[in-house]
T-cell receptor
Framework: KNQVEQSPQSLIILEGKNCTLQCNYTVSPFSNLRWYKQDTGRGPVSLTIMTFSENTKSNGRYTATLDADTKQSSLHITASQLSDSASYICVVSVGRFQTGANNLFFGTGTRLTVIP | DTGVSQNPRHKITKRGQNVTFRCDPISEHNRLYWYRQTLGQGPEFLTYFQNEAQLEKSRLLSDRFSAERPKGSFSTLEIQRTEQGDSAMYLC????????????FGQGTRLTVV
């Protein structure tokens, strides 16, 4: 069964601190993994997208890692800011683009709160 | 702004009424997805189009729900005889049909059924 699990469910950190969010998946065949940031009441916005051959990708203070062997990914946020408060959703894509099947599997997200 | 536009942003309706939402994807994107998201949960897949063809529907899409994409451009999602359990954020996303392509989400339509 294709599943994406994220941990922790929620996290509170002090402004300026670093944090790491986890994503484990059982999706197969794997195509790519994406991290999205979703502010309250808004749609998700892409942070990174990684393919099977990539094991790290950065976007400013966000760094995502991927271990395709263990089927795990992490999102590391450096020097957190109040504006980082949001839900972070891990999305894994199945490699069935040509068949037309739904190919995006979502985690339930990690709710990050950065406090001053 | 991701380029995917959804209208309205908010909708409050009485139970039993019908509602219709619209999604305008990025113009060159041929894939369009609808998702439903409740508080504290990730988006749940409802249905998806490739051009004008509706290729897959989730079991969440009961017979009260219908989606169309008549010309392969904008899409509508209609909910008939709304129920309080339909209250959620309805998200639309679009993408190209090619390997490892990005999916861009709209801001969503927040539906409240009273």
């Amino acid at each position: 069964k294709n599943q994406v699990e994220q941990s922790p469910q929620s996290l509170i950190i002090l402004e300026g601190k670093n944090c790491t969010l986890q994503c484990n998946y059982t999706v197969s065949p794997f195509s790519n993994l994406r991290w999205y940031k979703q502010d309250t009441g808004r749609g998700p916005v892409s942070l990174t997208i990684m393919t099977f051959s990539e094991n790290t990708k950065s976007n400013g203070r966000y760094t995502a890692t991927l271990d395709a062997d263990t089927k795990q990914s992490s999102l590391h946020i450096t020097a957190s800011q109040l504006s980082d408060s949001a839900s972070y959703i891990c999305v894994v894509s199945v490699g069935r683009f040509q068949t037309g099947a739904n190919n995006l599997f979502f985690g339930t997200g990690t709710r990050l709160t950065v406090i001053p | 702004d991701t380029g995917v536009s959804q209208n309205p942003r908010h909708k409050i309706t009485k139970r039993g009424q019908n509602v219709t939402f619209r999604c305008d994807p990025i113009s060159e994107h041929n894939r369009l997805y609808w998702y439903r998201q409740t508080l504290g949960q990730g988006p749940e897949f409802l249905t998806y189009f490739q051009n004008e063809a509706q290729l897959e529907k989730s079991r969440l899409l009961s017979d009260r729900f219908s989606a169309e994409r008549p010309k392969g451009s904008f899409s509508t999602l209609e909910i008939q005889r709304t129920e309080q359990g339909d209250s959620a954020m309805y998200l639309c996303a679009s993408s190209l049909v090619s390997g490892n392509t990005e999916a861009f989400f709209g801001q969503g339509t927040r539906l409240t059924v009273v």
